[in-house]
T-cell receptor, first 119, second 114 residues
Framework: AQKITQTQPGMFVQEKEAVTLDCTYDTSDPSYGLFWYKQPSSGEMIFLIYQGSYDQQNATEGRYSLNFQKARKSANLVISASQLGDSAMYFCAMREGQDYGGSQGNLIFGKGTKLSVKP | DGGITQSPKYLFRKEGQNVTLSCEQNLNHDAMYWYRQDPGQGLRLIYYSQIVNDFQKGDIAEGYSVSREKKESFPLTVTSAQKNPTAFYLC?????????????FGPGTRLTVL
């Protein structure tokens, strides 16, 4: 079974509107971290936002916020006020394991969602 | 500026030849990683290193080899044993392997085997 599922291969959004990119994950480890990365056409992966499994509040970073629904194992990325420069591939990723001492898993990536922002 | 450099950006090789991809970081990070990305796919881990002179296989290590002789360098060799080496290769680093430490990525190397 896939650990990270991104069900939207591609999405369109009008400039200045908000968009939600879906991500569901599968783990039995109570301790894990969730990441979102942006990959523009140049290829470099850019870190956007992080959510820890024990974090009480949803993470926010500027125009990015993470809608974390732990019971549903969902970690959707919300981009507010879309800009043309937001057009890119977006990847959700998960790392299982403890912060210190315990074994730490590797980063597992979903297949990504291609976001296109229309002017 | 601190960051990760990968060279070259594009690389062409004939089938059966070994090729080494460079990855250098000046972020003073302990952990370094190599990923492979195929079209329409996410990243898959090839090898990682938590500290100098130590490295571990990832999910798809067959046909690849690495070394970590210096903290700032983590070269990847794609050997002739790799059945389908044409792909986009990304190198990354992080301060350590703590759960919440983000990985910083280089610009990638696109390898084409003819």
């Amino acid at each position: 079974a896939q650990k990270i599922t991104q069900t939207q291969p591609g999405m369109f959004v009008q400039e200045k509107e908000a968009v939600t990119l879906d991500c569901t994950y599968d783990t039995s480890d109570p301790s894990y971290g969730l990441f979102w990365y942006k990959q523009p056409s140049s290829g470099e992966m850019i870190f956007l936002i992080y959510q820890g499994s024990y974090d009480q509040q949803n993470a926010t970073e500027g125009r990015y916020s993470l809608n974390f629904q732990k019971a549903r194992k969902s970690a959707n990325l919300v981009i507010s006020a879309s800009q043309l420069g937001d057009s890119a591939m977006y990847f959700c990723a998960m790392r299982e394991g403890q912060d210190y001492g315990g074994s730490q898993g590797n980063l597992i990536f979903g297949k990504g969602t291609k976001l296109s922002v229309k002017p | 500026d601190g960051g990760i450099t990968q060279s070259p950006k594009y690389l062409f090789r004939k089938e059966g030849q070994n090729v080494t991809l460079s990855c250098e970081q000046n972020l003073n990070h302990d952990a370094m990683y190599w990923y492979r990305q195929d079209p329409g796919q996410g990243l898959r881990l090839i090898y990682y290193s938590q500290i100098v002179n130590d490295f571990q296989k990832g999910d798809i290590a067959e046909g690849y080899s690495v070394s970590r002789e210096k903290k700032e360098s983590f070269p990847l060799t794609v050997t002739s044993a790799q059945k389908n080496p044409t792909a986009f290769y990304l190198c990354a680093s992080s301060t350590d392997r703590r759960r919440d430490n983000e990985q910083f990525f280089g610009p990638g190397t696109r390898l084409t085997v003819l």
